[in-house]
């Protein structure tokens, strides 16, 4: 406690009335903003982002003239169990909404990423989750052309790590499409960076085809290469796809199974029309049928070809298995399937339920889902996530595994529905999904914690690696994050910074009709982060630079306190308390002050964090509080904000502090 601010209150014990805020006396310095004699670096300074224009409205809308190109892919695909290596050919038609003439795309080869002296595997170590642990494949092309009418060109292209150019025959003007025939083939990997491998018989095939990159209005083309800690940014389209393997094999993929009289047997169909009108599982293909060899239809030999069809999805992912059991319940219309490994049944024989109530709470709480089908399969990918099709392992137990699938469902909202950057913005994922998680884990597993125990879970998380100065800002591509600390900068702070926005700062109202509004002004399309902010603004109706700011953008620290206390009495002998809040960090949030009194009684104030924004290290206030004598102050007692230290956050006898 400092003598002249003991002084300021002193002057100013009978000025204020009840809980007004007392103001700085004329001749004392009054702090603004920053005293450094340069512009307004204040945490509520005006945050910079791009002015808003045609494509991208200032209010987080799309502009009346966003665009977007468009893709849409035929693939014939081949798995060779004996050689490991998958075979496939496609034809793609790249449709230019832009109003750029384009001379030439660029393509994905992520496949390339397990090269010998790959980009990844001088970043990663070799046995770590997203190394190459020793094995080298890649994506080879057999073929490469462009079908100009009747004409084929062989186009030329130039590799480039995981991406790849392809200069084409002829410009690609404004409004017009662009068709490609290619053939590829790669060994596919065990470990594919735990997003896509092999374990004994099973596949589960990912990152597979030559994908094309996006071109968009605000980077054009988007060019970073694939390392496997960030993620992936691809356009939307329609597919078709037909996967040729062993006849013993069950497949799940992206999309909608349209041969299933040519790959299941009667019993399976009659069953899944069944299982679409039930809200408990049915068996499609049960253990009995994979020990007896009943699970296939009969006279089938070879091979057999099955086929999908998915329309205005980002992405298609598959797996195989002889050995899957399936599982599959109805939710409005949608299949919710569980594919799994007897070895597998005790958790997974929960898991197409589990599905089944992911799709209900997401699509309830935020925006319907919009697809046909959503299905679960078990491997050796420890939790990844495509567009109708998420992957997991076995799990400990049902909970763990409903933390796992909870979540990679999760992500059919972010990003494959809301199809954001993932690999420049890993956040605007990965985050926004952790967040929506905690709703969908409280609803299914009340009895570990509900929904707002779970976000004091995580804030928990936060505040420990801010204390132990070891957190990072947000705002970072997750390439560049220490992968000891991704969880924390892309899933944990994020999800915490939107559960303090929803329940200290906005208020569960305006967050849920500003989040839901984000949803689906961007369903389909590709958010910047800007655009998020400015729809939380735009809807919510509170300007949010600081937090913005502070949550996303920098890393500052929270440490709030009790500064000073004087007692004193009014001039009608009523007993007066000036209380001077103290802000000792960057960061600011709401103020929450717990009053008790000798009686017992307890008074909360809250402020909003916006009372720092003229003085960010002191607020004060005075009570009059009549005849009563208080005894303790104690802020955030209910630990609903951060705060790196708590020890100075407690005034009164309860505490052994100083006393009134």
Not at 85 to 105: A, C, E, V
Not at 138 to 150: A, C, E, N, P, Y
């Amino acid at each position: 406690m400092k003598t002249s601010l003991l002084a300021l209150l002193g002057a100013f014990a009978f000025v204020a009335p009840l809980a007004a805020q007392v103001a700085a006396p004329a001749s004392a310095p009054r702090p603004r903003f920053d005293d450094t004699g340069v512009g307004d670096t204040s945490m509520f300074a005006p945050l910079a982002l791009p002015p808003g224009n045609q494509f991208r409205s200032g209010s987080g809308a799309p502009g009346p003239k966003y665009w977007q190109n468009h893709a849409d892919y035929d693939i014939k695909a081949s798995l060779h169990t004996t050689s490991k290596t998958h075979t496939g050919s496609l034809k793609l038609k790249y449709t230019n909404n832009s109003p750029d003439s384009l001379r030439f795309i660029w393509l994905q080869l992520e496949q390339n990423a397990f090269r010998d002296k790959s980009l990844n595997s001088f970043i990663f170590p070799q046995e770590s989750r997203f190394g190459a642990r020793g094995f080298e494949g890649g994506d080879v092309i057999d073929r490469f052309d462009q079908l100009l009418g009747s004409r084929r060109v062989s186009v030329k292209r130039r590799p480039n790590e995981t991406t790849m150019k392809v200069d084409l025959a002829e410009p690609l003007a404004p409004g017009k499409a662009a068709t490609f025939d290619v053939a590829w083939h790669f060994l596919i990997p065990e470990h594919g960076a735990d997003r896509m491998g092999r374990e004994g018989s099973l596949y589960e095939l990912a990152q597979w085809y030559p994908r094309v990159s996006v071109y968009d209005d605000l980077r054009g083309w988007n060019t970073e290469p694939y390392l496997g800690q960030g993620e992936f940014y691809l356009e939307y389209g329609d597919f078709n796809v037909e996967i040729t393997l062993p006849s013993g094999y069950i497949v799940a993929s992206t999309g909608t199974l349209t041969n299933p009289r040519d790959v299941l047997t009667s019993a399976q169909i009659a069953r899944l029309a069944q299982a679409i009108k039930s809200a408990t599982p049915v068996n499609i293909v049960t253990l009995a049928e994979i020990q007896s060899g009943a699970a296939r239809p009969r006279g089938t030999a070879g091979t057999l070809t099955w086929k999908f069809s998915a329309k205005m999805v980002r992405d298609v992912a598959w797996a195989a298995s002889p050995e899957y059991l399936w599982d599959a319940s109805g939710w409005n219309g949608i299949l919710a399937q569980a594919y799994y490994r007897p070895s597998a049944i005790d958790p997974w024989k929960d898991a197409a339920d589990q599905t089944r109530m992911s799709l209900d709470e997401y699509s309830t709480r935020w925006y319907k889902y919009p697809w046909p089908q959503m299905s679960a399969v078990e491997g050796p990918i420890s939790g990844m996530e495509y567009p109708m099709l998420v992957m997991e392992a076995k799990s400990n137990d049902k909970y763990d595994l409903f933390n796992v699938v909870t979540h990679e469902i999760g992500h059919n909202w972010f990003p494959m529905l809301v199809g954001s950057n993932e690999r420049v913005y890993m956040w605007q994922d990965e985050g926004f999904n952790t967040f929506i998680n905690t709703f969908s884990e409280a609803r299914r597993y009340p009895e570990k914690g509900d929904q707002m125990t779970r976000a004091l879970g995580e804030r928990q998380s936060v505040e420990g690696a801010q204390a132990q100065n070891v957190d990072v800002p947000i705002d970072v591509m997750p390439d560049r994050i220490d992968p000891r600390l991704l969880g924390l900068a892309a899933y944990v702070k994020p999800s915490v910074g939107l559960q303090l926005l929803r329940q200290e700062i906005m208020g569960p109202a305006a967050f849920d009709d500003a989040f839901r509004t984000y949803i689906e002004r961007w369903a389909f399309k590709h958010p910047s982060p800007a655009d998020f902010y400015r729809t939380m603004e735009d809807v919510g109706g509170k300007r949010l630079d600081w937090f913005w700011r502070e949550w996303f953008k920098e890393n500052p620290h929270f440490d709030q306190a009790i500064d000073t206390v004087v007692t004193s009495k009014s001039p009608q002998g009523a007993n007066v308390v000036t209380v001077v809040y103290g802000n000792r960090a960057r960061g600011v949030l709401p103020i929450h002050a717990r009053f008790t009194y000798s009686d017992g009684t307890v008074e909360n104030y809250d402020y909003p964090a916006e009372v720092w924004s003229t003085n960010t290290t002191h607020y004060m206030r005075r009570y009059t509080i009549g005849n009563k004598t208080l005894a303790r102050i104690e802020l955030d007692a209910d630990k609903r904000l951060l705060d790196v230290d708590r020890t100075n956050n407690v005034w009164g006898s309860a505490a052994g502090g100083p006393k009134p």
